[in-house]
């Protein structure tokens, strides 16, 4: 004879409580942690309720600011402001130094990330902090700092000077400035992408008869192509906003944000308005352009 049926467990013998439990169990695995209607409890581990009502509080200071500056803008001529010969040369300039300021950044940058993701060496935990190091120094001091390289009575400073190159109030200086304080962003944003491009896929490139320069060529940029993309992203917008260590290094010629400190001081809020508009509207474009040729990764 067959002894008794064992693959259903017998819960009649249990506790109402222990009873309830097992129930209550069976019911949160049947519907996947989901409430009435599929909807999930925020208490539940795929619950977003709470993170959704946290993000959006941080997500509303984000916005409310910018409604409201645009709101005030309707009452300026934005359209004269912008042809004031003055704010259209701190938008030329801004415009030259920041794409300049970014491919130094990328030519430099990009490399540095790869090495710090693969390689093992003394001292690579110093190498790390003396990247986020312009992070966390204030732009401002960031500028005195660069003053007591490239000042105009420092050996290289007065060197640049003498060939007809002056580091500070040139155009030289606003990209010093600005590559100073953007490019830890790429290379910290580039790191994480080569962190997540599985080694073995190098090292079967390498078996297969490439060199190390062809594998970063053809295997690594592609598959952390989008963490440089986002990297470069975050290095043009900061380069071109850029404020402290540029008037430090070089108030002339006036990038936008300079220009912005100029007009604000001397007729107030108004008078920003139209080179602040532009501001926003080139990072605005960048950020769009990015998204249209790279894309976001998708979640699996």
């Known amino acids: 004879m067959s002894g008794p049926d064992r693959s259903h467990e017998d819960t009649s013998d249990r506790g109402p409580e222990r009873a309830s439990d097992a129930d209550r169990e069976r019911r949160t695995a049947s519907s996947g942690g989901r409430g009435w209607f599929g909807v999930d409890r925020p208490w539940t581990p795929g619950g977003l309720a709470v993170p959704a009502l946290l993000g959006t509080v941080l997500l509303a200071y984000f916005v409310v600011p910018f409604a409201a500056f645009l709101f005030r803008s309707r009452r300026v001529d934005v359209v004269a402001g912008l042809a004031d010969p003055a704010v259209r040369d701190a938008i030329a300039t801004s415009l030259l130094t920041a794409p300049v ?5 990328t030519a430099f940058g990009v490399p540095l990330a790869y090495v710090l993701s693969r390689a093992s060496f003394r001292g690579k935990r110093l190498v790390e902090a003396l990247v986020l190091l312009p992070l ?4 401002i001091v960031g ?6 390289v490239v000042g105009r009575y ?9 060939i007809g190159v002056p580091l500070t109030g040139s155009a030289a200086g606003v990209v010093l400035a600005q590559t100073f304080v953007a490019a830890p962003f790429l290379v910290v944003t580039a790191r994480a992408g080569f962190d997540g491009v599985d080694p073995r896929l190098e090292e079967a490139s390498r078996t297969m008869g490439y060199g190390r320069l062809r594998t970063i060529r053809l295997v690594s940029l592609p598959l952390a192509r989008n963490a440089i993309a986002a990297g470069i992203v975050l290095t043009f917008v900061r380069a071109i906003g850029e404020f402290g ?4 290094v070089a108030y002339t010629p006036r990038t936008m944000p300079t220009r912005i400190r100029v007009a604000f001081i001397a007729r107030g809020i108004d008078a920003i308005v139209p080179i602040a508009i532009a501001l926003l509207a080139i990072a605005v474009v960048v950020v769009v ?5 790279v894309g976001t990764p998708r979640r699996g």
């Open 101 to 105: 300021s970014t491919a130094v950044a």
């Open 136 to 139: 966390v120094v204030p732009p």
């Open 143 to 148: 500028g005195v700092m660069l003053l007591t």
């Open 154 to 162: 420092t050996p290289i400073g007065a060197a640049a000077a003498a």
């Open 245 to 248: 260590a540029t008037m430090m």
């Open 289 to 293: 352009a990015v998204q249209l040729l």
